[in-house]
């Protein structure tokens, strides 16, 4: 049976939706005093609109924060974000958020799940167990094959 967790029992952090550079895409900007609950340069699961997809957590070229760039739908285009597309841009599109704007990114499972949200908005994830590190590391083994 899987666990559902509710937005209202996580940890939730005030993000900023900014743009990448001198793009028109989205990226999440973490402050410094919130990178603790993000694993700096690792892939993590990141639930949008109720599908799972994978994101890696940046550190930004100039201060402490954290960076997420895209979601993309396996560990592999995470990796390669040039090789898939960006779910990350695509819920922007599709959303009545603006540059600038706030978004809160719920901590599912620390340092692996996490969820993100329109402020005002509510939403329950099925929570993944995070695997032990020997399963994690054969799991990587075969999808960088």
């Known amino acids: 049976m899987t666990q559902r ?13 900014a743009q990448a550079g001198a793009t028109n895409r989205p990226r999440i900007e973490i402050s410094a005093d919130d990178a603790d609950a993000f ?4 892939l993590v699961r990141l639930v949008i609109d109720d599908t799972e997809y994978r994101a890696r957590i940046e550190r930004p070229l100039t201060g402490d924060g954290r960076l997420i760039r895209g979601a993309y739908d396996t560990p592999r285009l995470a990796r390669n974000p040039s090789d898939g597309d960006n779910r990350l841009v695509e819920w922007f ?14 901590v599912v499972e620390e ?4 969820g993100l949200r329109n402020p005002g908005e509510r939403a329950v994830y099925a929570a993944t167990e ?16």
């Open 93 to 106: 599109a599709g959303s009545d958020r603006e540059l600038g704007q706030s978004v809160l990114v719920d």
């Open 39 to 42: 694993p700096a340069d690792e």
């Open 130 to 145: 995070k695997p032990n590190d020997s399963l994690a590391d054969i799991a990587r083994q075969v999808e960088d094959r």
């Open 5 to 17: 967790v509710s937005s209202d029992t996580t940890d939730t952090i005030r993000a900023t939706l």
């Open 111 to 114: 340092g692996f799940q996490y």
